[in-house]
């Protein structure tokens, strides 16, 4: 059986909700980093707030799974991965990512979380497909998924709004059967 | 132009009215006991719903609306007698963003192809972009039903995007169409006035 939680350069932990609202009331400093991630206006909570937020929602996880980020080497905490699962049914989720401390961008780490990611919808929930949303302005995450295996489905016009300007958001999905053929893992 | 003369829940032959809840949870109910009618309006496992969960229903709409602000819901009822046909919605609406995501569905087979999905389709519009000032909307339309891919073409949606296989019914893999219509588009084709 493999490990499904440890990449090449990270693992995929569980994390206590004081460590994680401490991590995000840093990381929702950068806006950048939240503009990059979402398509919510930025806010500024409190850590108090945070916990409370994320206690709330892990008492409803059937749907929803999701993981801190934490490097191998050093055990650095840098961000969460996550499936919501569309449908049972349909056997579809939707994937989400982000690295929040910007020291750890373009180097790899988030491209390991999201290949780790993609093994535990395929092999441990069974989903037949994984579908994904981005900003059109973020080459980084583009780049990311297309070297993850993520085929381009389409173009929302305008479906984002900021600093005056309505930019695109852009829509990906990775098949079961792509993702079997690409890993060589056997079906 | 302003245009305040013409109402914004009257067309021809329908027009939009609030949930009935004495009388609505039993023509709905009925509908639901169309597995067609499901499948075609929804992602959800089709399953008959009594009149009493069709109530139910309607209270949890009502308190969305009440509380997320970002959900319009409208019934569907025919101008001459008043009678409940249908559902429309604009929901998950997102105002920073000024987009929002459109629904509508005729209940029951002998309304179909009278022109009524039309006709709200119209009402739904206008009100997304003349009241509630929103950028775009999407519809999202199973690859299956093709009446639905009919009519958002015929209004000028374009197709934005096709998630590829994302249903399965039947033992058939479909796609998912996600159509995308902007403020501006539907003011040009309506002539600038909406």
Same mark, same amino acid.
């Given at each position: 059986?493999?490990?499904?939680?440890?990449?090449?350069?990270?693992?995929?932990?569980?994390?206590?909700?004081?460590?994680?609202?401490?991590?995000?009331?840093?990381?929702?400093?950068?806006?950048?980093?939240?503009?990059?991630?979402?398509?919510?206006?930025?806010?500024?909570?409190?850590?108090?707030?945070?916990?409370?937020?994320?206690?709330?929602?892990?008492?409803?996880?059937?749907?929803?799974?999701?993981?801190?980020?934490?490097?191998?080497?050093?055990?650095?905490?840098?961000?969460?991965?996550?499936?919501?699962?569309?449908?049972?049914?349909?056997?579809?989720?939707?994937?989400?990512?982000?690295?929040?401390?910007?020291?750890?961008?373009?180097?790899?780490?988030?491209?390991?979380?999201?290949?780790?990611?993609?093994?535990?919808?395929?092999?441990?929930?069974?989903?037949?497909?994984?579908?994904?949303?981005?900003?059109?302005?973020?080459?980084?995450?583009?780049?990311?998924?297309?070297?993850?295996?993520?085929?381009?489905?389409?173009?929302?016009?305008?479906?984002?709004?900021?600093?005056?300007?309505?930019?695109?958001?852009?829509?990906?999905?990775?098949?079961?059967?792509?993702?079997?053929?690409?890993?060589?893992?056997?079906? | &132009? =302003?245009?305040?003369?013409?109402?914004? #829940?009257?067309?021809?032959?329908?027009?939009?009215?609030?949930?009935?809840?004495?009388?609505?949870?039993?023509?709905? +109910?009925?509908?639901?006991?169309?597995?067609? #009618? &499901?499948?075609?309006?929804?992602?959800?496992?089709?399953?008959?719903?009594?009149?009493? &969960?069709?109530?139910?229903?309607?209270? /949890?709409?009502?308190?969305?609306?009440?509380?997320?602000?970002? =959900?319009?819901? #409208?019934?569907?009822?025919?101008?001459?007698?008043?009678?409940?046909?249908?559902? /429309? &919605?604009?929901?998950?609406?997102?105002?920073?963003?000024?987009?929002?995501?459109?629904?509508?569905?005729?209940? +029951?087979?002998?309304?179909?192809?009278?022109?009524?999905?039309?006709? /709200?389709?119209?009402?739904?519009?206008?009100?997304?972009?003349?009241?509630?000032?929103?950028?775009?909307?999407?519809?999202?339309?199973?690859?299956?039903?093709?009446?639905?891919?009919? =009519?958002?073409?015929?209004?000028?949606?374009?197709?934005?995007?096709?998630?590829?296989?994302?249903?399965?019914?039947?033992?058939?893999?479909?796609? =998912?169409? +996600?159509?995308?219509?902007?403020?501006?588009?539907?003011?040009?084709?309506?002539?600038?006035?909406?």
């Amino acid at each position: 059986m493999k490990d499904l939680y440890r990449g090449a350069l990270v693992r995929l932990t569980n994390e206590s909700p004081e460590v994680l609202a401490k991590a995000f009331t840093k990381w929702n400093q950068d806006t950048e980093q939240h503009r990059l991630a979402d398509d919510d206006p930025a806010q500024l909570w409190s850590e108090k707030k945070l916990k409370e937020f994320i206690e709330k929602r892990a008492e409803n996880n059937s749907k929803s799974f999701r993981f801190s980020i934490r490097i191998l080497e050093d055990d650095k905490l840098i961000g969460g991965v996550g499936l919501w699962v569309a449908s049972w049914t349909h056997s579809e989720a939707w994937m989400g990512i982000s690295v929040g401390d910007r020291d750890y961008w373009s180097k790899g780490y988030g491209t390991d979380a999201v290949r780790l990611i993609l093994q535990y919808g395929f092999l441990e929930l069974n989903l037949r497909r994984i579908s994904l949303g981005l900003h059109s302005y973020n080459e980084r995450a583009l780049k990311s998924y297309e070297k993850t295996g993520f085929k381009m489905e389409g173009r929302m016009r305008g479906e984002g709004w900021r600093d005056g300007v309505h930019y695109d958001s852009l829509w990906m999905g990775i098949l079961h059967e792509e993702w079997f053929a690409q890993t060589g893992a056997r079906i | &132009m =302003l245009d305040i003369q013409t109402q914004l #829940f009257e067309a021809q032959d329908v027009r939009f009215g609030p949930i009935d809840h004495e009388t609505h949870p039993e023509i709905e +109910s009925k509908w639901t006991h169309d597995a067609e #009618f &499901m499948r075609l309006f929804d992602l959800k496992p089709a399953r008959p719903l009594s009149p009493a &969960m069709v109530k139910k229903q309607y209270e /949890a709409i009502e308190k969305e609306v009440d509380e997320d602000k970002n =959900l319009f819901y #409208f019934t569907i009822r025919t101008r001459e007698d008043d009678r409940l046909i249908g559902k /429309a &919605m604009i929901e998950w609406i997102s105002w920073t963003n000024g987009n929002g995501f459109i629904r509508l569905g005729i209940g +029951s087979p002998e309304d179909r192809r009278k022109g009524y999905g039309s006709q /709200a389709l119209t009402l739904l519009l206008r009100y997304a972009f003349g009241e509630l000032n929103l950028y775009r909307v999407t519809a999202v339309v199973p690859a299956y039903n093709e009446g639905a891919l009919r =009519l958002f073409r015929k209004f000028g949606f374009m197709e934005e995007i096709r998630r590829r296989k994302a249903l399965n019914r039947d033992g058939e893999f479909w796609d =998912l169409v +996600s159509f995308g219509l902007l403020n501006s588009e539907w003011r040009e084709r309506n002539n600038g006035r909406g």
